[in-house]
Every structure is written in structure tokens, then in C-alpha cells.
């Protein structure tokens, strides 16, 4: 560091600048420490302002060097160690906790939790479950034994973590909304265009309650489960979500999660993104009726013969490279939507329907396909081999199945089992080919298809969710543990899904989660820990999050410093 004396209005000021090696261009470069102001004002303070800021950047460049010698540590080589004491401690949650306090969670936890007078500090007890359920996913008995990993306070039990998630579920709603409040003034959200989709988690238990049902589970388990809607934005981070009952079907989650949404979260008109689960005459009438678009896929094989004939005629085709083709077409149709009396009244609507086909896709389907296929044969040479809750499946290629409804055995008695060749026809026909619906009719076919793509993504949050964040199986009985439960997976998830984005979206939550729990060091003697892992990833996060993982010997106090400077927002 060096005192600079320049020239400012035709006035000379003084300035502490420190210079720099550029990593990219090798040139050194200059930074301001600190602006000191105008020499002639300066000089009503100190009689000789150049030697004065002489003499202290002198002292700022000694004290500099002090805390970069070499420090020696005297150790004991005849210490033992101490039973269950955690020596070894995670530093890499601080990228966590800067997007924490960057989302105003802290302030939020801290507001909120006023109300209930607690003697435990909600938020403490929050970036605990929030930051584990990223890092260590595990039961919350399991967390709070492993409470000791992270440099935090954690001054509190595990029945007052048990307490605070009771306590949360009284404000999930306003955490969500807050969520969405600080992602749109912060990180620049649009809601112009969503995507929306619905998934269950299950149960380790057979107990059904009002939430806890059994229904039909995305992992065909015979366990009760809770459905969740889930809405995200076109970066990838979910909005705001919903749970349902296990029993309630997909598309009757859709109407309740948009009429919140416009109710209380301040939207214009929105474009609503998903698949044929949710795509009914009840929910495209309700958006248009708010003035809303939608894009959703439309099912082929189970489409009308119309809509078939339509989709296998070459007529209309636009060819697109190699083994790709699209077109489309403008649809008047009548809808079947429900009515005040409980019946179904017709209703006209002008739909675009962009139908394309893909060669990739059509190998997909068939490489899916042939499991089930190998299954189905077997079965068929083989029936004594398999029951109803083994032949899922395969079943719906094969005739004359009939099972026992005791036992599930196939009965063959009277008819043996067929391999339905006609069946296996009919599907092939339509492998690699696809449908859209939407009324967004002045948008190109490659727009919408592409619009349509993008709800990859919102699959993406879901297999996180289960795979990464472990958000099922659940253990937890009461239904406020259950919501809260929830709760912390969504907030854990749009913060792993945010650090992914600053991240340019070059690494997966997977890569990323492993990355950060490597990033752990030791205790040495006198409060000096060790750290023994970087990678890119740890590099990228102290280049674009101002987060500094790439100290190899850190003293607690600037362990304390860095974890404090990402409160500071």
C-alpha cells in the first residue's frame, strides 16, 4: 500500500492504494483502500497531511506483514484425545449462510419469532436444519447430535428444535411470499412465465390421517403419501408450493396453487407451463378466466382419432436437420367444463396444437419400453414367477391376466397369459412423436417447444428434493412436524438452486453439496484449524460470492470474520 497523491476538480487528493497482479492480464493493477479526501481540507486537521497518512499507511503495511508471518504452534506429541470432542468443523456452509442472510431469512426468523416469545432463537435453530438438510440430510435427532460441524451457536435442545417446528408452520405462507418478495427485488425474478408440476413423498408407516393417504405414488409404493405442487420460475427457482392429501389427483392441485399465487403474490399475467397430469378443461378455463395463458402437453395415444390421424399424417410437416420435424395448426374445440350446478356446461376455446417429432425420442421410447417388454414375455412363459405387485409394469402387455384377488397370483386356470402384440404395435406408432396445446397462438412452434423444454428443470427441483435433500422417506407423525418438514426442503432447496445459478449453472446440486462439505478443517492447537480441500467449485464461490474458502491455516477469530462478513448484507 502506498499514499497516492492525485489531481480531483483541479484539486490534489489523497488516497490509500494498494496495487495488484491482474490473474488474466499479469498487469498490476491499482484498488483504493480508502479515499482521504482534498489536501486543503486535510490540512485544517493535520498540519502536514502527506507525512501523517505516510506514517499510517506505514503502519497499515508492518501490521500486514505481521499477520502473514510464519506461526508456530507447539504440540504436545504425548496429548491424547478427548472422547466425542468434534475437532473437525465444516467452513463451507458459508456460502450457504451468505445466501441466507442475502434472502433476508435471518431478519425474517427474527421478526417473526418475537410473537411467540420463545426462549430458544428460532433462527439459529433454522440455519441449523436449513443448512444440514443441504449438507448431511438426516432425521432431525440425527442434526442436532451432528450439531457441532458448523461454527455457529447452537445453544439449544432437541426438544426446542421440535418446539420451533410447530412454531414455523404458523408462518410458511409469509415465508414463501418473502422468498419470492426478496428473489424479485434482488435477483431480478419474472413471473411472466412458470412452470408448474405435482409429486408425492411417502411415508415409513401404514397410519393414514387427513394429510397421510394413499394414492398413487410416483415410485408405485403401496405407502400413504402427501402430494406437493410446486411452482417455479424460468431460472429454475421454485416460486412457492402446496401440499395436498395423498389421495388428491394431480390436476386438482393446479387451481388452488394459482388462485394463491395471483392472490397474494401481486402477479400480472402468467403463462402456466406442465404436463398432461394437469391438463383438464376445468384448468384451462380457470386460467383463461383470469386472463392467464398456458403451454401443456397434450397426451397422443390417449388423444382422439382426430388428433392421431392428425399427428401420423406427413402433410404439414416442417423437416428440421436430421430425424426432427414439426408443424402445427390453429384448433377451435369444445371443452367440458364444470359448472355452479355440478354439472359440465361446453365451452369454445381457439387453441394452437404444435406437434413434433424426434428420432432421439422414438429410440428413448423404445429403450424404455424394453424392460417392460422383456418382463411381459417372461411372464407370459412363466406366470408362476410373478403377482400383481411384481407384474407393474408389464401387465398392460399381456391378455388374459387375471389375478387372484386374494393372493395376486395369475390365475391360469381357464386362459393362459397372451403377449398383446397389437398392444406393443399400436404404442410403437407413435414413439418419438409429441404434442402441445397452449394459448399463446402468436408464438412461433420452436418457441413453444422450447417453453415446453424447460420444465426439465421443475423435474430437476423434484428428483433434488427426494435424491439430494432426502425430503422422503418421512418419519415425522404430527402434521405441523410434517408442514414444517416441507418447509425447510423448499427454503433448502431455493438456496441450493440460487447458489447453482451464481454460480453460472456449471455444476450440478450434487457436485456442489460435495464440494462444500469437503471444504472441512481440523483443529490444530491455540484456535488454529487446517484445511485441506479446493477445488473450482470453492474457487468460483470466492470469486463471485466474495466468500473466502481458500485459506489453507485459519485462526477461530478470522474463521468468525469470514462467517461474519456473510451476514453482512
Keep these: 500500500m502506498y499514499l497516492q497523491i492525485g489531481i480531483s476538480n483541479g484539486r490534489r487528493y489523497l488516497a490509500i492504494v494498494q496495487g495488484y497482479r491482474d490473474p488474466v492480464t499479469k498487469k498490476v493493477r491499482h484498488k483504493t483502500v480508502k479515499s482521504l479526501g482534498y489536501l486543503d481540507e486535510l490540512k485544517k486537521q493535520y498540519p502536514d497531511p502527506i507525512a501523517h497518512f505516510k506514517s499510517v499507511v506505514e503502519e497499515m503495511n508492518k501490521?500486514?506483514?505481521?499477520?502473514?508471518?510464519?506461526?508456530?504452534?507447539?504440540?504436545?506429541?504425548?496429548?491424547?484425545l478427548k472422547e466425542n470432542q468434534v475437532n473437525r468443523k465444516n467452513i463451507g456452509y458459508a456460502a450457504l449462510s451468505k445466501l441466507y442472510h442475502e434472502l433476508g431469512l435471518n431478519t425474517f426468523f427474527y421478526n417473526k419469532s418475537r410473537a411467540f416469545k420463545s426462549k430458544f432463537n428460532t433462527n439459529n435453530i433454522m440455519k441449523l436444519l436449513i443448512f444440514s438438510r443441504i449438507l448431511a440430510p438426516a432425521s432431525k435427532k440425527k442434526t442436532y447430535e451432528e450439531k457441532d460441524r458448523y461454527f455457529e451457536n447452537t445453544d439449544f435442545s432437541l426438544d426446542d428444535i421440535y418446539r420451533c417446528l410447530t412454531q414455523v408452520v404458523a408462518f410458511k405462507d409469509e415465508l414463501q411470499l418473502h422468498l419470492h418478495r426478496q428473489m424479485k427485488n434482488k435477483f431480478g425474478r419474472s413471473t411472466e412465465l412458470v412452470y408448474y408440476d405435482v409429486t408425492n413423498?411417502?411415508?415409513e408407516t401404514d397410519r393414514q390421517d387427513e394429510m397421510k393417504k394413499k394414492g398413487v405414488s410416483k415410485e408405485h409404493r403401496p405407502d400413504p403419501i402427501?402430494?406437493?405442487?410446486?411452482?417455479?420460475?424460468?431460472k429454475g427457482i421454485p416460486i412457492m408450493y402446496d401440499l395436498f392429501p395423498g389421495n388428491t389427483n394431480d390436476c386438482e392441485t393446479l387451481m388452488p396453487v394459482l388462485d394463491r399465487v395471483k392472490k397474494d403474490y401481486g402477479v400480472g399475467r402468467i403463462i402456466i407451463v406442465a404436463d398432461k397430469g394437469v391438463n383438464t378443461a376445468d384448468n384451462i378455463a380457470f386460467s383463461l378466466a383470469k386472463g392467464d395463458g398456458y403451454v401443456y402437453s397434450q397426451t397422443v395415444r390417449g388423444g382422439s382419432k382426430e388428433l392421431k390421424d392428425y399427428v401420423l399424417s406427413e402433410s404439414g410437416y416442417r423437416q428440421i436437420g436430421d430425424g426432427y420435424k414439426v408443424k402445427s395448426r390453429l384448433y377451435p374445440r369444445e371443452i367440458a367444463v364444470s359448472n355452479t350446478k355440478g354439472g359440465r356446461s361446453k365451452v369454445r376455446i381457439d387453441e394452437k396444437q404444435v406437434v413434433f417429432y424426434s428420432?432421439?425420442?422414438?429410440?428413448?421410447?423404445?429403450?424404455?419400453?424394453?424392460?417392460?417388454?422383456?418382463?411381459?414375455?417372461?411372464?407370459?412363459?412363466?406366470?408362476?414367477?410373478y403377482n400383481k405387485a411384481i407384474s407393474y409394469g408389464a401387465a398392460k402387455y399381456v391378455k388374459n391376466l387375471v389375478f387372484d384377488p386374494k393372493t395376486g397370483e395369475i390365475l391360469t386356470a381357464k386362459k393362459r397369459p397372451v403377449f398383446d402384440e397389437e398392444k406393443l404395435r399400436e404404442e410403437e406408432k407413435f414413439d418419438g412423436y409429441y404434442a402441445i396445446v397452449t394459448s399463446e397462438w402468436k408464438m412461433s412452434d420452436e418457441e413453444i417447444i422450447e417453453i415446453y423444454r424447460g420444465l426439465w428443470?421443475?423435474?430437476?427441483?423434484?428428483?433434488?428434493?427426494?435424491?439430494?435433500l432426502e425430503a422422503r422417506p418421512v418419519y415425522l407423525s404430527r402434521n405441523d412436524h410434517i408442514q414444517a418438514h416441507f418447509l425447510i426442503c423448499f427454503v433448502a432447496l431455493v438456496i441450493a438452486r440460487l447458489l447453482a445459478l451464481l454460480l453460472g449453472n456449471k455444476y450440478s446440486i450434487p457436485r456442489i453439496v460435495e464440494s462444500l462439505n469437503k471444504a472441512s478443517g481440523s483443529r490444530l492447537e491455540e484456535n488454529w484449524y487446517v484445511f485441506d480441500h479446493a477445488d473450482e467449485i470453492t474457487r468460483a464461490i470466492t470469486e463471485i460470492l466474495g466468500v473466502d474458502l481458500s485459506r489453507k491455516y485459519l485462526r477461530l477469530g478470522d474463521i468468525k470474520k469470514i462467517l461474519g462478513a456473510t451476514k453482512k448484507t
Excluded at 402430494?227 to 424460468?234: A, C, E, K, R, V
Excluded at 428443470?457 to 439430494?468: G, H, L, P, W, Y
Design 63 to 80: 501490521k500486514a506483514v505481521l499477520e502473514k508471518q510464519p506461526v508456530t504452534i507447539s504440540l504436545d506429541p504425548e496429548e491424547t
Design 457 to 468: 428443470r421443475i423435474e430437476e427441483a423434484f428428483k433434488v428434493t427426494k435424491s439430494d
Design 226 to 234: 402427501v402430494q406437493m405442487g410446486l411452482l417455479m420460475d424460468t
Design 201 to 203: 413423498y411417502y411415508f
Design 359 to 385: 428420432a432421439d425420442y422414438d429410440r428413448k421410447a423404445k429403450a424404455d419400453r424394453e424392460g417392460a417388454i422383456m418382463k411381459a414375455r417372461d411372464l407370459v412363459k412363466n406366470p408362476s414367477k
